[in-house]
């Protein structure tokens, strides 16, 4: 379980700035001031000691800075009833996004809520970090990601083509979306709400056509793509000529999405040659911007990635591990089979001893060893804080204590030498639990498990369930 110490000795070298509050008087006894000398509690007109929902209240709600996040949905606002209400729940940590309008700054802000050491009531450690680097690439890259988007509406807009979404999702009535362009080529009321758009669009096929638009849909669900022509009854222009071609996409659990374009082409349908070229040079327009638009994309694929990993041992990173067991959609999170925390042991001696240089190799050799573990079993390592790391499993091939053993044996056999210890290498201690009925649990059990490892003798695993038996 986290400890005012183990915040301390994470935070106060890498944050802007680090204070603590009781939760139940909610008063903040000293200015609050970054390690650049930028004194918070007084530009808001405060003075200490001070009430946090009053200066949560001016930093909010009077336009001085922007709540951007925050990342505990249960969380409605920042306040002293809400992170006690949390920590009565067991929520031990709430994070919050916040942009500074005044020095352009995004900000991370932390808050660890846990008994103090020495009264033991109920306090906030909070720790703000500067994250503003990556928050100003992300921007960059959505940017270019929406002037892309834009670029591609407006070429296809501009050859006279519609664009569609068909949503069929089960248990549902079909539903359509039609760009403006779509909305104009049908003579469709904008004010049409989804369903009635696939029925005013469905209804107007004329019935001899019905069975080709069958199978181009049929096609498009079972091959990914389609593509035909048909005959269609306008509202005041009568029957048209309409070319359609779209791809799918399923939903899962959901159903399926069709996407694609619309044209007309009464007009040239007894000129085929030159209306095949029209088609081939819009859809070659299309899949050059599309090829555009997909480099952007991975860009930002790379730019996501970097944002996600620990920057001195290429683990995840603690923000990518909080939107894991946040995350209620993918059903990643669900597929959790145990968790595991491990500690270098006596990682401070070997600092002092050897230096800090020599400790980040350590961090480096034993990230890189995890990394590749982590790749062969179905697993996620990130580093927790400090010498802390912590890894999720989701395999059901290897059990738990397998791979806490194997882990164990790993850093071991790394032969990482420190004379410092009787074990003359760099060894760690780790603790784990399988009970994952309740994932914001997990984490407090395996850092119990790991600190009775280090009771143990360090060098080895400890399941928290057997544990419990055991006591």
């Known amino acids: 379980m986290l400890s005012q110490g183990m915040i301390n000795q994470v935070y106060l070298e890498r944050a802007l700035y680090f204070y603590d509050f009781d939760l139940e008087d ?58 006690m209400k949390a920590y009565r729940e067991g929520r031990h940590f709430v994070e919050a996004f ?20 020495v009264s033991g009531k109920p306090h906030a450690w909070v720790s703000a970090i500067d994250i503003t680097a990556d928050e100003k690439s992300r921007e960059v890259i959505y940017g270019q990601l929406r002037n892309d988007k834009s670029e591609i509406e407006d070429i296809i807009a501009s050859a006279n083509i519609g ?21 104009s080529l049908m003579g469709a009321n904008e004010g049409m709400s989804e369903e009635e758009l696939y029925d005013f669009w469905y209804s107007r096929i004329k019935k001899s056509s019905i069975p080709s638009v069958t199978a181009s849909v049929e096609e498009m669900i079972n091959k990914g793509i389609s593509e035909n022509t048909y005959t269609w009854k306008h509202p005041t222009k009568g029957e048209m000529f309409v070319r359609c071609g779209g791809t799918s996409m399923k939903v899962e659990g959901k159903g399926i999405v069709l996407r694609g374009y619309h044209s007309d082409v009464t007009d040239i349908v007894t000129s085929e040659t030159k209306q095949k070229q029209l088609l081939r040079d819009a859809l070659d327009e299309v899949k050059k911007q599309k090829k555009l ?39 990643k999170r669900e597929r959790i089979k145990s968790m595991f925390m491990m500690d270098i042991d006596n990682f401070k001696l070997l600092n002092d001893h050897y230096g800090h240089t020599y400790g980040d190799e350590c961090l480096e050799r034993i990230g ?104």
């Open 26 to 83: 909610g008063i903040i006894k000293a200015d609050i001031i970054d390690k650049n000398g930028f004194n918070y509690t007084q530009t808001l007109g405060l003075s200490s000691p001070c009430s946090f929902d009053e200066l949560m209240k001016r930093f909010y709600d009077e336009n001085y800075y922007g709540l951007w996040h925050v990342a505990d949905a249960q969380i409605n606002k920042l306040s002293c009833e809400e992170l």
């Open 98 to 117: 916040i942009y500074l309008p005044s020095q352009d700054q995004y900000q991370r802000i932390s808050y660890y809520l846990i008994p103090d050491d």
């Open 163 to 183: 664009m569609w979404h068909i949503y069929l999702f089960d248990g549902q009535k079909p539903k359509m979306k039609g760009s403006p362009t779509m909305l």
């Open 293 to 331: 638009l997909q480099e952007a994309l991975d860009n930002y694929k790379e730019a996501d990635y970097d944002r996600r990993r620990d920057f001195l041992t290429g683990l995840r990173n603690r923000q990518d591990m909080f939107e894991l067991l946040q995350d209620v959609l993918s059903g």
């Open 368 to 471: 890189d060893a995890l990394n590749d573990y982590a790749n062969k079993n179905n697993m996620y390592f990130y580093r927790y804080g400090g010498e802390e790391m912590l890894g999720i499993s989701f395999s059901d091939d290897k059990p738990a204590a397998t791979i806490a053993n194997e882990v164990v044996k790993l850093v071991a056999s790394l032969n990482i030498v420190r004379g410092d210890v009787p074990a003359g290498v760099v060894t760690v201690s780790l603790g784990y639990t399988t009970d994952n009925s309740r994932y914001e649990k997990m984490i407090d059990k395996a850092d119990t498990a790991m600190y009775k490892a280090k009771e143990n003798g360090k060098n080895q695993a400890v399941c928290y369930e057997e544990m419990q038996i055991n006591e």
